[in-house]
């Protein structure tokens, strides 16, 4: 018997899909950026944050202060680098506890169905209800605002979300034939749910998960503009808008260069969630 | 000494032997609702190494529930085996706890499935999806699983299998994945192979390609084989005996080809008679009257009386399956067609 030759089929590959539009590459360029600044505050800020200078208080941009100065005369430009480690931090670490747990849960949950999975979907559904930013809110308030309480209040609020998306994929995927495969493989379930359910639904989660990653600096940044956030003098993000917003109108350049920061990362964010989504997804347009 | 009479001599080493695979009275139910029906009905087989028995059924007649309850698949709480005994490779099934059940599967009992589009993992590179049964079974070190699976790629003959150890389901066409899927099947070298419609979805050359190479494999490694087919073609290439069933039943059991020969049940004669065949003059295909009905309707005693032309009145009364006199290993389960029975 003469064996047919092998024919491989070149669709068009994610990568291909995903940097059709361009939006991911800015995406990741600027996020990339913003990380690099992060990881390089120390060399790259002028100043010490929290380095005070009362003489030199509410100075407009000039070249010795390029954001300013602010009610203390600390510098806006190093207190806006350093933040944004505060700021990436958070998110980064919120959005990884929020997305393992959420969506380990979720899997665990659609897999095996039953009580488990109503008890679970019961409890999800309470969290949902509230909304992001209250829930944080509760937790931090419950327990005490520092930086370890804030990443876990931020990362509870992630977790019912990615539970409910980890769990639709998880029902959707073990109805297919090869979970009937690895079955009649011997394999056991631990194996199926995390070596073959998991990689299969892992496109969503990391789309989703990008977008909450926005969310999460979000939710930070207005925790510490409400004064929830990790405590002064640490510079962060929300934190230096709420400084300059007792005197927006004599020192704008306060509020505003921290916000410009915090747009930048959301558009970032955002950008790399809409290419990975198109990468993801097969039926995008052409 | 010619090759045929090899292989017959082999066959006959093989049959002295004990079974690689033996069923005997499964009875296997299933709920509807709220009710348990029994869709599979005291059916006994065995099959030795390297001999194919052919389970032949159209839909819904419980071919597809006997290979699960024999690979311990049955969905819990909806299926479930009520008597009988099944022994794969010597080791007994039915009774064993569920972790000595897996430890069986995919080790010492392989199965292919229907659909080779969907039954690989389309996200993870097909030397992991091979190897990894090797890694589960047999405690394989990864390295040691991926040139055992390179191995198997080259059995089942796919081409060029070194470059495309790592290469995904979807950069293969239909033909090549069920030779995947066979390959995964065979890793630790499973004594019986259970056949599940194994060619329905591919077209017809490759379907050629697929069997002989099954047929070639099932040579090599000594594998026991239970083909489950509706392709009567498929039945007369490659299997050695033949049973069919209908509405769970056994109707009918003979080697390959005196079921050809002379199909004796009313529901064989139909089915071979509802086949178009290249030898036959007729234009017209003579389809089996109504329909199969469902569990909860199919009559008791012989449950292919409401379709059949021959019934009489004995037919409410279940017939045995008993063996014609003049061929004790061709079994028929009818009271007109085998009345030389008690």
Known sequence: MNAPRAVVVAAPSAWQRATRSGGLAIGLALALAMVLVALAAPWLAPYDPNAQDVLLKLEPPSAAHPFGTDDFGRDVLSRVIYGSRISLFVGAIATLAGVLAGTLIGVVSGYFGGLVDRTITALTDVLLSFPQLIMGLILVAVLGASLTNLILAIAITAVPAFVRVARASTLAMKERDFVDACRSLGFGDPRIMFMHVLPNIVDEVVVMGSLWFAAAIRTESTLAFIGLGVPPPTATWGGIIRDGFDNLLDAPWLSIFPSIGLLAIMIALNLIGDGLRDATDPRTPQ | ?342
Request: with cysteine; net charge negative.
């Open chain 2, 1 to 342: 000494m010619s090759v045929a009479t090899a292989r017959s001599e082999a066959r006959a080493d093989d049959a002295a032997e004990s079974p690689a695979l033996v069923v005997e009275g499964l009875t296997t139910s299933i709920r509807i609702e709220r009710h348990w029906f029994d869709a599979v009905r005291d059916v006994s087989f065995d099959v030795h190494r390297r001999e194919t028995l052919a389970l032949v059924g159209e839909s819904g007649c419980g071919k597809s529930l006997t290979a699960l309850s024999v690979m311990g698949l049955l969905p819990a709480g909806v299926g479930r085996v009520t008597r009988g005994r099944i022994v794969v490779d010597g080791v007994e099934m039915t009774g064993a706890s569920d972790a000595q059940v897996q430890a069986m599967r995919g080790d010492r009992i392989g199965m292919v499935f229907q659909e080779p589009m969907t039954s690989l993992n389309p996200v993870l590179p097909v030397g992991y999806q091979i190897a990894e049964s090797l890694v589960e079974h047999r405690g394989m070190g990864n390295r040691e699983a991926r040139l055992r699976a390179l191995e198997l790629m080259e059995l089942v003959r796919i081409p060029a299998a070194a470059e495309r150890l790592d290469a995904y389901p979807h950069q293969f066409s239909g033909g090549m994945r069920q030779r995947v899927m066979i390959a995964i099947a065979l890793a630790c070298a499973p004594k019986v192979l259970i056949a599940d419609e194994p060619t329905t979805a591919l077209d017809v050359t490759i379907q050629a390609q697929v069997l002989a190479l099954l047929a070639d494999l099932q040579r090599r490694e000594g594998l026991a084989v239970l083909l489950i087919t509706h392709n009567l073609g498929v039945v007369a290439s490659v299997a050695d005996r033949v049973m069919v069933m209908y509405g769970g039943d056994v109707v009918e059991t003979a080697p390959v080809d005196e079921f050809f020969r002379r199909p004796t049940h009313p529901y064989s004669e139909a089915l071979l008679a509802a086949m178009p065949r290249v030898d036959r003059s007729s234009d017209s295909l003579a389809p089996i009257p109504g329909q199969v009905p469902g569990l909860p309707e199919l009559p008791s005693g012989c449950r292919f009386q409401s379709r059949c032309a021959l019934r009489v009145a004995r037919c409410a009364e279940r017939p045995p399956l008993a063996a014609l006199a003049d061929a004790p290993t061709h079994g028929v389960r009818c009271w007109v067609r085998a009345p030389e029975t008690p």
